[in-house]
């Protein structure tokens, strides 16, 4: 209930209005460390991620997607296919450039990092 409260109040929150089960399962299992600050930036990234009506568990971050109690990570609901992490993060950078509306500074906010982390990074990937 309190994923789905902060997704309709997400600034970001144009057109997706609900969450998928799976998506729902992997917020439950995950463990909040950073409680709703957290939950909040989990939610936020799957909107910025989200290209239809509903966030479905491949829009949330890797380590949510992943996790089950205790933290550790469940290999077989990663891909078999080989990416180069650089291009995982060029690919993730770009879909949330493209899709954010506001300043770079809310971005990264977002983002979960420094706004000088985030023009470095779009800087060195080219993005």
Known sequence: MLAESILQRSSHNRFITVLSNGAKQCLRNHEYLGNIRELRNIIEHAVLLTGGDVILPQALPCYVQCSVKGNSV???????????????????????????????AALAEILGVSERTLYRKLEMLDV
């Open 74 to 104: 469940n290999f077989d609901a990663l891909t078999e296919e080989r990416v180069a992490l650089s291009e995982l993060e060029k690919d993730y950078l770009t879909q949330a450039v493209l899709r954010h509306k506001g300043d770079r």
